[in-house]
């Protein structure tokens, strides 16, 4: 299958590829808030829509001006991506797929894309715009001699590392067949319950590192604005942050490898997590599991390995159906983990009993031909 796929690394810049980068992402950080701002007063001020085109002349128009000859110092393809990324956020927008376009931080990450135009890739070294050396970057893996690097993302986080997502056209093979089927049952205490019986322990990452986290932004509120002990003090919390987003991203994309390459169908729940995540008491543990991101994972793997996954009506009584013979209880309160059945006394542990139901709804959903979308945000 022929997809398009991602190959991140993270590289050290020199100085001077450290400084071209710090001006390309105030560039190209100007400019999207720049014209953001022209397309927001346009439609309030005059109701005019302008688009791509509209904002493709004024930036060419900025760039005559002497008060902005700052702008042709950097290569013109990242901050003419900046434009294309602009516009893909109004279509989003519009779509409802997201909210407003807001302003670009210079606090926050920071990011510039080049198009094949703006860069050298020869399979070993990548060398980007206005640089004269390639980028020392720390390969944790090899990108495919056959697959096409179209673009070039390079990023810094808050916590001062720099990263490379080159995007590359790529073919996938297909895993070979396999035989077996389960349900998942998603959760806190156990971030997931397989049918089989398996429970695999929620990482708990957020919840491990608060404590850490609480501590340094009280000595970060106790810093004088402007300072250089708050801008380090800054620098520790990022750190802690980039290290709790690694490890849940660890987790997560190995959790669902092994589930993709061992089994053919994968059933789960649909998931309204925005719903969930009302719950004053339970929002911050539901965010710190990354439900959606995982079936995210599971979604794209499945299409690229030729797995089937299943989505169930997140209204579908799991926990609360006997998986021996149906009977639905009528309550059933979280903090109830195990129960007997009051018809055919079966026992049940709670997690497993809603995978083998879950499972069960799953292969009924197959049968009749219907499609359910497992992911609701």
Same mark, same amino acid.
């Given at each position: 299958?022929?997809? $398009?796929?991602?190959?991140?690394?993270?590289?050290?810049?020199?100085?001077?590829?450290?400084?071209?980068?710090?001006?390309?992402?105030?560039?190209?950080?100007?400019?999207?808030?720049?014209?953001?701002?022209?397309?927001?007063?346009?439609?309030?001020?005059?109701?005019?829509?302008?688009?791509?085109?509209?904002?493709?002349?004024?930036?060419?128009?900025?760039?005559?001006?002497?008060?902005? &000859?700052?702008?042709?110092?950097?290569? *013109?393809?990242?901050?003419?991506? &900046?434009?294309?990324?602009?516009? +893909?956020?109004?279509?989003?927008?519009?779509?409802?797929?997201?909210?407003?376009?807001?302003?670009? *931080?210079?606090?926050?990450? +920071?990011?510039?894309?080049? &198009?094949?135009?703006?860069? $050298?890739?020869?399979?070993?070294?990548?060398?980007?715009?206005?640089?004269? +050396?390639?980028?020392?970057?720390?390969?944790?893996?090899?990108?495919?001699?056959?697959?096409?690097?179209?673009?070039?993302?390079?990023?810094?986080?808050?916590?001062?590392?720099?990263? @490379?997502?080159?995007?590359?056209?790529?073919? @996938?093979?297909?895993?070979?067949?396999?035989?077996?089927?389960?349900?998942?049952?998603?959760?806190?205490?156990?971030?997931?319950?397989?049918?089989?019986?398996?429970?695999?322990?929620?990482?708990?990452?957020?919840?491990?590192?608060?404590?850490?986290?609480?501590?340094?932004?009280?000595?970060?509120?106790?810093?004088?604005?402007?300072?250089?002990?708050?801008?380090?003090?800054?620098?520790?919390?990022?750190?802690?942050?980039?290290?709790?987003?690694?490890?849940?991203?660890?987790?997560?994309?190995?959790? *669902?490898?092994?589930?993709?390459?061992?089994?053919?169908?994968?059933?789960?729940?649909?998931?309204?997590?925005?719903?969930?995540?009302?719950?004053?008491?339970?929002?911050?543990?539901?965010?710190?599991?990354?439900?959606?991101?995982?079936?995210?994972?599971?979604?794209?793997?499945?299409?690229?390995?030729?797995?089937?996954?299943?989505?169930?009506? $997140?209204?579908?009584?799991? *926990?609360?159906?006997?998986?021996?013979?149906?009977?639905?209880?009528?309550?059933?309160?979280?903090?109830?983990?195990?129960?007997?059945?009051?018809?055919?006394?079966?026992?049940?542990?709670?997690?497993?009993?809603?995978?083998?139901?879950?499972?069960?709804?799953?292969?009924?959903?197959?049968?009749?031909?219907?499609?359910?979308?497992?992911?609701?945000?």
């Amino acid at each position: 299958m022929d997809v $398009k796929r991602a190959y991140k690394f993270r590289f050290y810049p020199t100085p001077e590829q450290e400084d071209i980068l710090a001006r390309t992402f105030g560039c190209t950080r100007f400019v999207y808030n720049h014209m953001l701002r022209m397309r927001t007063d346009a439609w309030y001020e005059r109701g005019e829509s302008i688009g791509y085109h509209e904002t493709s002349a004024a930036l060419t128009l900025l760039k005559k001006q002497p008060e902005y &000859a700052w702008l042709n110092e950097v290569s *013109s393809v990242p901050i003419q991506q &900046a434009l294309r990324h602009l516009q +893909q956020a109004f279509n989003n927008f519009f779509a409802k797929r997201a909210h407003y376009p807001s302003l670009r *931080s210079k606090h926050g990450r +920071q990011a510039a894309t080049y &198009a094949a135009s703006a860069f $050298k890739w020869d399979g070993r070294a990548l060398t980007l715009a206005k640089m004269k +050396q390639p980028l020392k970057i720390r390969f944790s893996r090899t990108i495919p001699k056959a697959a096409k690097v179209t673009t070039v993302t390079v990023s810094r986080d808050p916590a001062g590392r720099y990263f @490379v997502s080159m995007l590359c056209d790529d073919a @996938v093979a297909a895993l070979p067949k396999a035989g077996a089927a389960v349900g998942l049952d998603l959760g806190l205490s156990h971030f997931a319950v397989f049918s089989t019986g398996e429970k695999v322990a929620a990482p708990n990452v957020f919840r491990r590192n608060e404590k850490k986290l609480a501590k340094l932004q009280r000595r970060l509120a106790k810093k004088k604005k402007g300072s250089h002990n708050r801008i380090k003090a800054k620098a520790k919390i990022a750190r802690v942050h980039a290290k709790i987003a690694d490890t849940r991203r660890d987790f997560l994309h190995k959790l *669902s490898t092994k589930t993709i390459r061992e089994n053919q169908t994968i059933v789960v729940e649909t998931l309204a997590v925005k719903n969930m995540l009302r719950n004053g008491c339970l929002s911050k543990s539901i965010a710190d599991a990354s439900w959606s991101e995982f079936v995210r994972q599971l979604e794209y793997k499945a299409i690229w390995y030729g797995r089937e996954l299943i989505g169930i009506d $997140k209204w579908y009584p799991s *926990s609360k159906r006997c998986s021996a013979c149906g009977f639905v209880l009528d309550k059933l309160p979280l903090s109830v983990r195990r129960w007997s059945c009051p018809d055919c006394k079966a026992k049940h542990d709670r997690d497993i009993n809603a995978a083998i139901n879950i499972l069960a709804a799953g292969r009924a959903v197959s049968a009749s031909g219907e499609s359910v979308s497992p992911v609701c945000v």
